[in-house]
């Protein structure tokens, strides 16, 4: 018997990116753990991620390149074919269409690697001059509010949230998607710290806190001007640090001086005092002694105003000055500090050789594939599953379900999307190809080895494209280089590649306190608060009273703790602990709609239809009902998953869905 260890790293989209241990006996891997050596994963993983062999050894991995012989509104039926018929069919296929503009990449973040990411898909879509792709799915609001106020994706390190005093967990459910800050938090809590967290659902790490403040959804901007509200009228301001680094102030001091706590509880539906004790713990402190520390996370810009909020929530820290520890700021995403260490040049954008082919949303999808003039003719899916996550699915499925359509998915399983191919490719799971990763939650480098060879007849995403390049073709020379080759150009020379194959990781050298005499990422170095604004634009009963009148709850749709967005739904023991798709309500409004614990219900509105099981529950607050997870559509129940009802209107910012400003009624199904 052989036995070695392996040094990998998560591909998944979360912000934690930790250090695996790959255990491998006689080629097949037994076992996936966290590195002990590296900081931020501290030797553990998330569940999901220990039963990693289960996903990647499971019964239903595409091992071959499949051909589909049905109808795309008849059940799914293909036929395995060689890799050679596949890749020069869709090189046919793809060259036959005139305008390249009408070939339409479609991928995110289903692996976060440079390497099995964009870096060879980007080549062949430049050179192609293909469609590009707006990746706005996630983060794309609070990443432009961030870019606006503070230059970049900034903030403080994790591991600092350890020294804090307060911390403020703001629409963040750390406990299911960021588990490794979680661990600082509680380091935090232990050593005195006060937890607080602001969240309309009462999830498992509201829990774990000392507080608790349910905010209807899509208001968060507007406890943040209550907060600074009661900072000025309070005086717990750091004049100082406003006056040297903060441009814009008598602008945002105007429009926090028209939120009084009252006005505040009204549109948040909390309680003034609420709002004031919020304010005085964030504020009244010694912050010599006491930083005060808010991590936010992705949920809270899922709402039309969601750019605005982060950018009046990113500001609070310049006006206490808790910027000046390393223990004080906020934190939603680090990873503009890889930024300066990345290759812009990994992708070839020279290729494009001028041309600017036409950018597609990735977060409309559904609308672009039934309206875009001209039709986008093909698609070409990979490292995502839009059937499934992509928001108001009946128009997306519509789209995809086009006789007209030439539909390639690249895949691990056979997912909603790949349901809807005219050719599902096999691709290779993290276990079976290189990569490098850059984090959004910490900021270290990370290199992942192979562990084993390709199961079956699975290909890389990048040897695919090198195939499909060739076929096409295409004779640059970059086509040929190897995933070795992509690897060390991934970075700019800072990076000690040596390093980073020996080690596995390596950090990036960043200030303790990198804001502590301001320096931001702006032209002139200041923080920028003109603009920035609480505009209520939500679906709601205050913005769009007749829609309410018919769809009265709020409907909020976060990640459940043992999927990942939808990936690992199809993993049976995963899938056994989050049992079936769940909608949350609070007893009243279950008791208005006469509506039991564990009835089967549907949530619905003029878009769509999900069917689900009601949990009567605390965790849901009285006129807002919570949809967990991305469910699989053939999974669940009905066929039907949560984005059913979610819309396509984009985020004030950044172009983004806004999956958790969302009306619907729920009955008994
Ligand atoms: N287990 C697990 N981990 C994950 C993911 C997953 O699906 N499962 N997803 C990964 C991805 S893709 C991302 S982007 C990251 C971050 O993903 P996020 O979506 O930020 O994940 P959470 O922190 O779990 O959820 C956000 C929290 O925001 C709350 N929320 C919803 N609307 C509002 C609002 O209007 N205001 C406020 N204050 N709160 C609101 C929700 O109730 C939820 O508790 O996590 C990653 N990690
Ligand atoms: N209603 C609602 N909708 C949401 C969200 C929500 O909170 N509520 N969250 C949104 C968010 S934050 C995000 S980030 C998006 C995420 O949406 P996606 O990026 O589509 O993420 P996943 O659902 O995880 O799907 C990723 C797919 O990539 C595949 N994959 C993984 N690695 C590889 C690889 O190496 N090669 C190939 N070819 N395939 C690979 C996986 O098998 C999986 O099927 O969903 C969004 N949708
Ligand atoms: S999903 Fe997140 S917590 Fe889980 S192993 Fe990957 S990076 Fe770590
Ligand atoms: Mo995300």
């Known amino acids: 018997m052989t036995t070695r260890t392996v040094h990998g790293a998560c591909p998944h989209d979360c912000p934690d990116t930790c250090a695996l241990q790959v255990t491998v006996e006689n080629e097949r891997v037994i076992k996936v753990q966290g590195r002990a050596e590296h900081p931020n994963t501290h030797g553990a993983l998330c569940t999901k991620v220990s039963r990693y062999p289960e996903r990647t050894y499971h019964a239903e991995r595409l091992l071959h390149p499949l051909k589909r012989i049905s109808k795309k509104t008849e059940a799914p039926q293909f036929v395995q074919v060689s890799w050679a018929e596949a890749i020069a069919d869709i090189a046919a296929r793809l060259k036959a269409i005139a305008d390249p503009q009408c070939i339409q990449p479609y991928s995110y973040a289903g692996t976060m690697g440079l390497i099995q990411g964009e870096a060879m898909a980007g080549r062949l879509w430049n050179a192609l001059g293909a469609a590009r792709l ?44 960021n588990l490794h800050f979680w661990t600082y938090a509680n380091q935090a809590k232990r050593e005195g710290a006060k937890l607080i967290c602001i969240d309309p659902r009462k999830t498992e790490t509201a829990d774990k806190c000392h507080q608790h403040i349910a905010v209807l959804p899509g208001t968060d901007g507007a406890l943040a001007l209550g907060l600074m509200h009661e900072l000025i009228q309070n005086g717990w301001l750091n004049q100082d640090y406003i006056a040297n680094y903060v441009d814009g102030w008598d602008e945002l001091r105007a429009k926090a001086l028209a939120w009084p706590p009252e006005r505040v509880a009204e549109v948040c539906g909390i309680t003034a005092d609420e709002v004031r004790g919020l304010a005085r713990d964030y504020g009244d402190r010694d912050v010599m002694e006491a930083p005060a520390a808010i991590r936010l996370n992705y949920g809270m810009q899922r709402v039309r105003g969601g750019g605005n909020a982060v950018r009046l929530i990113a500001l609070l820290p310049c006006l206490t000055g808790a910027w000046r520890h390393e223990s004080g700021g906020m934190l939603l995403s680090a990873s503009g500090w890889n930024a300066p260490y990345k290759n812009p040049n990994l992708e070839r954008p020279d290729l494009l050789a001028g041309r600017t082919p036409r950018m597609v949303n990735m977060s409309t999808i559904g609308d672009a594939l039934l309206q875009a003039d001209p039709p986008i003719q093909a698609l070409v899916v990979y490292n995502s599953n839009p059937v499934a996550v992509a928001p108001e699915s009946p128009k997306v499925v519509a789209g995809f379900q086009r006789e007209d359509l030439f539909t390639v998915v690249l895949e691990h399983f056979m997912t909603d999307t790949a349901d809807l191919a005219d050719y599902v490719l096999p691709a290779t799971t993290q276990l079976e190809h290189l990569d490098v990763h850059t984090s959004y939650g910490h900021t270290d480098v990370l290199m992942n080895q ?40 991934a970075f700019t020379s800072n990076i000690d590649m040596a390093l980073l194959r020996e080690q596995g990781w390596q950090p990036l050298p960043i200030a303790e306190a990198p804001f502590a005499e301001g320096g931001f990422r702006t032209p002139n170095g200041r923080a920028q608060a003109a603009g920035a604004d609480y505009v209520p634009n939500y679906e709601s009963a205050l913005t769009t009273p007749e829609l309410a009148t018919r769809y009265p709850l709020a409907m909020i749709s976060p990640p459940a703790r043992n999927f990942l967005n939808s990936s690992f739904v199809n993993v049976k023991s995963l899938r056994d602990i989050e049992s079936e798709p769940i909608i949350e309500m609070h007893a009243d409004d279950a008791a208005a709609r006469q509506l039991a614990d564990g009835a089967r219900v549907a949530a619905f509105n003029d878009r769509g239809r999900y069917v689900a099981t009601l949990r009567v529950s605390k965790r849901a607050r009285p006129g807002v009902v919570n949809g967990l997870g991305v469910w699989w559509r053939k999974l669940g129940l009905d066929g039907t998953n949560v984005n059913e009802v979610t819309h396509q209107h984009l985020t004030d910012l950044g172009n983004a869905p806004a999956f958790y400003d969302c009306l619907v009624e729920v009955e008994a199904a």
Not at 461 to 489: H, K, V, W, Y
């Open 134 to 177: 707006d990746r706005t799915i996630c983060a794309s609001a609070g990443g432009a509010g961030l870019a606006a106020t503070y230059g970049h994706k900034l903030g403080m390190h994790t591991r600092h949230f350890a020294g804090a005093k307060l911390i403020i967990i703001w629409g963040s459910n750390s406990i299911t998607s």
């Open 450 to 489: 192979p562990a084993v060879a390709p199961l079956g007849e699975a290909k890389t995403n990048t040897q695919i494209f090198r195939e499909l390049a060739a076929a096409m073709g295409l004779i640059d020379p970059c086509f040929s280089d190897s995933d070795d080759d992509l690897a060390a150009q």
